[in-house]
């Protein structure tokens, strides 16, 4: 099934030869359950990988086969200031005291006016690690920084976002259902 892009869009693309630049990596946000939840000066793990078996046919010296296996997803690392606001820290609490509440989580990256152009759902994350300051008194303009690792259960990104990334490019997109590490497909 194609998605079909407006075709003012693409003529005007076509005709003005616009520059699509790559977005810059420090506009983003955090969303989890629906709620944003402050900002922060770094998101990393957001990655995924096919684990691959080889496998030695007899008689076959050229190569190896390379079967697909399961997908592994690292922790994903937030790291911010801290503030006031200690949402993340008291999740980790009640982790620590048996209660394991997995959330949802998106990773939202924003263009220079602050508008979402690509996302990625994270889901049924959960914190197993916090890391606090590092204090130093000879560096009296360091902020103090927080960091909170979560395990989680895939990263997906929604067809909505890739629908919008191809809109921003004025190209066409071929719209196949993705099937997570579960099974589900795209929501």
Same mark, same amino acid.
């Given at each position: 099934?194609?998605?079909?892009?407006?075709?003012?869009?693409?003529?005007?693309?076509?005709?003005?030869?616009?520059?699509?630049?790559?977005?810059?990596?420090?506009?983003?946000?955090? $969303? /989890? =359950?629906? *709620?944003?939840?402050?900002?922060?000066?770094?998101?990393? &793990?957001?990655?995924?990988?096919?684990?691959? @078996?080889?496998?030695?046919?007899?008689?076959?010296?050229?190569?190896?086969?390379?079967?697909?296996?399961?997908?592994?997803?690292?922790?994903?690392?937030?790291?911010?200031?801290?503030? $006031? /606001? =200690?949402? *993340?820290?008291?999740?980790?609490?009640?982790?620590?005291? &048996?209660?394991?509440?997995?959330?949802?989580? @998106?990773?939202?990256?924003?263009?220079?006016?602050?508008?979402?152009?690509?996302?990625?759902?994270?889901?049924?994350?959960?914190?197993?690690?916090?890391?606090?300051?590092?204090?130093?008194?000879?560096?009296?303009?360091?902020?103090?920084?927080?960091?909170?690792?979560?395990?989680?259960?895939?990263?997906?990104?929604?067809?909505?976002?890739?629908?919008?990334?191809?809109?921003?490019?004025?190209?066409?997109?071929?719209?196949?259902?993705?099937?997570?590490?579960?099974?589900?497909?795209?929501?």
């Amino acid at each position: 099934m194609m998605l079909g892009i407006p075709a003012a869009l693409t003529v005007a693309r076509g005709h003005l030869d616009a520059r699509l630049d790559p977005y810059l990596g420090n506009n983003f946000f955090v $969303e /989890i =359950d629906g *709620l944003l939840v402050g900002s922060f000066s770094a998101v990393s &793990g957001l990655q995924s990988e096919v684990q691959v @078996t080889e496998y030695c046919e007899g008689g076959v010296n050229e190569f190896r086969h390379q079967l697909p296996g399961s997908v592994h997803y690292p922790r994903l690392v937030l790291t911010r200031g801290i503030t $006031e /606001i =200690d949402t *993340l820290y008291a999740w980790y609490a009640r982790v620590c005291e &048996g209660e394991f509440k997995r959330r949802d989580m @998106t990773v939202m990256m924003l263009d220079r006016r602050h508008v979402p152009v690509v996302w990625w759902n994270v889901k049924a994350a959960l914190p197993v690690k916090w890391r606090g300051p590092d204090f130093d008194a000879s560096r009296s303009t360091q902020v103090a920084v927080e960091s909170l690792e979560l395990v989680h259960r895939g990263i997906v990104k929604p067809i909505l976002s890739r629908a919008a990334g191809a809109a921003r490019a004025g190209r066409e997109m071929i719209v196949e259902p993705v099937v997570d590490s579960l099974g589900n497909g795209d929501q």
